[in-house]
């Protein structure tokens, strides 16, 4: 019998999925973007299919995401099996047989083998010197600097990765939180302890809490600093939000004290073009004349209104079809049914959004501010030059309570890593790229080995239910 019959290959599974799911999910958006932009494009049917190769070829090279994601799968599998295998073995040879690994030293190997193939991981993913020329170079060309040096100095760059540590930093943070309460649950001073109702309140407000919180954050950063956001996820707050970037600007430049009120700083001609469009007088848009400038009309609640039923019919037009592909195992009524309530409800969400934004910058600048504070105390400048924004920005979040709470821990784990993102610097100098590759390293160690342990439900959602799927021998 040939030697290669006892040959297990079970552990190389977990891998190989794990390739499979990562090579899916970075070239799935790219070629579904392909294929809605070849009505738009005229291209010849080779240039096509070069288009076609270059999408489904770049996902295969050593520095994207699927070899990322096999050799951190395959550390926390295959190695620290044969590692364990190993030790066992060594230790077996040399007590005779009397003696097999401790309880605690298992977990140890797996933490030490999905750490050490985080690392190489994490060295593969920023091996991309194309992406260090091109976002060196629009990083010194940008207005956001990010406390990057002078435009004559030029070292190496670092930061592709940035998002992934955000997420693997996020996901690992809720494990400490998650274990820390339930070790703690039976002692005096413990929430469950000292009042029930008020620990089912934390527990039913804390994803909610941090998606509002996250979604501030984001806001925020679209409003004054949008080049601290992923580009495409930019472009899609820009879309659903559907506002005329001239405002936009208005705010920006309110903010950076060029359009200020009761000054002719060359500005008033920025908004006259969109009162012409409105049919609105041109000195409401100039600021020497008009104090405040009338940003979202006379009805703070006819304009909420209006923009939640823009963004509600943006949001099916998104949600029906993809509730119904997800349901196309069943095709039957009831499934259809289900599926239009779901998208109805997250449309809502998403509607509720947008609307929120808007009502709240309304609200603080023309209704609530000026009653609550005075025009000395809080000027009509200070509202527009960041408070209003502000409102609008903390009030938006909240509705996350339209959707089901499975649904608020799901988004919020989608917008929280995307929020502290936007904290850090997105291009850094490589010297320091050591701190981020430690907390990517040591983040994507706990969340594995946690899984390894059988403590599936401290990974929470789709992430823990994915890589228990994946990870499985």
């Given amino acids: 019998m040939s030697s290669v019959d006892h040959v297990d290959f079970s552990a190389l599974k977990p891998l ?145 990765t940035i998002d992934f540590t955000s997420f693997a930093f996020c996901r690992a943070l809720d494990i400490v939180i998650i274990s820390a309460w339930t070790r703690t649950r039976s002692k005096p001073w413990h929430p469950e302890q000292q009042s029930p109702g008020l620990a089912n309140a934390i527990r039913k407000l804390a994803d909610p809490t941090i998606f509002a919180a996250s979604a501030a954050i984001i806001m925020w950063s679209w409003f004054y600093a949008p080049d601290r956001l992923p580009r495409e996820y930019n472009q899609w707050i820009s879309k659903v939000a559907d506002i005329d970037s001239r405002l936009i600007e208005a705010l920006r430049l309110a903010r950076r004290g060029e359009f200020v009120y009761g000054e002719d700083t060359g500005k008033a001609q920025l908004l006259k073009p969109l009162c012409q469009e409105l049919g609105l007088p041109e000195e409401y848009a100039d600021p ?110 909240w509705s996350i309570l339209l959707e089901k709470p499975s649904r608020r821990q799901e988004v919020a784990f989608f917008v929280a890593p995307r929020a502290l993102a936007t904290l850090l610097p997105r291009v850094y100098d490589r010297q320091y790229r050591i ?16 899984l390894k342990a059988g403590n599936e439900r401290n990974v929470r959602g789709v992430l823990g239910r994915v890589l228990g799927s994946i990870m499985r021998e």
């Fill in 16 to 160: 190989l999925r794990a390739y499979a799911l990562g090579y899916v999910t970075s070239t799935g958006p790219r070629l579904f973007s392909f294929l809605r932009s070849l009505r738009r494009q005229k291209l010849s049917t080779q240039e096509k299919l070069d288009v076609l190769y270059t999408i489904l070829k770049t996902s295969t090279q050593p520095n994207r995401f699927p070899t990322a994601a096999a050799i951190i799968v395959g550390g926390a599998t295959a190695l620290a099996r044969l590692v364990r295998a190993i030790l066992q073995r060594v230790l077996s040879i040399y007590s005779k047989g009397s003696l097999r690994l401790s309880d605690s030293l298992p977990r140890r190997v797996q933490f030490i083998c999905s750490l050490l193939s985080a690392w190489l991981a994490f060295d593969l993913l920023n091996r991309d010197e194309n992406w260090i020329r091109k976002r060196g170079i629009s990083s010194l060309e940008s207005p956001n600097k990010h406390h990057l040096p002078p435009p004559s100095y030029r070292p190496q760059y670092a930061g592709k």
């Fill in 288 to 397: 020497t004349k008009t104090i405040p400038i009338p940003w979202t009309g006379k009805s703070c609640e006819m304009h909420a209104a209006s923009r939640f039923w823009r963004s509600w019919k943006f949001a099916m037009e998104i949600y029906i079809p993809l509730q119904l592909l997800a349901r196309i195992r069943s095709p039957n009524m009831k499934s259809a049914l289900e599926g239009i309530k779901a998208a109805t409800r997250s449309s809502s969400f998403l509607a509720a959004y947008t609307a929120l934004v808007y009502y709240g910058i309304c609200l603080a600048r023309t209704r609530l501010g000026p009653k609550v504070f005075s025009r000395k105390t809080v000027t009509p400048q200070m509202w527009d030059s960041g408070l209003c924004v502000l409102a609008g920005c903390l009030a938006c979040g």
């Fill in 435 to 450: 701190r981020e590759q430690a907390v990517f390293a040591t983040s994507v160690a706990l969340v594995l080995t946690t």
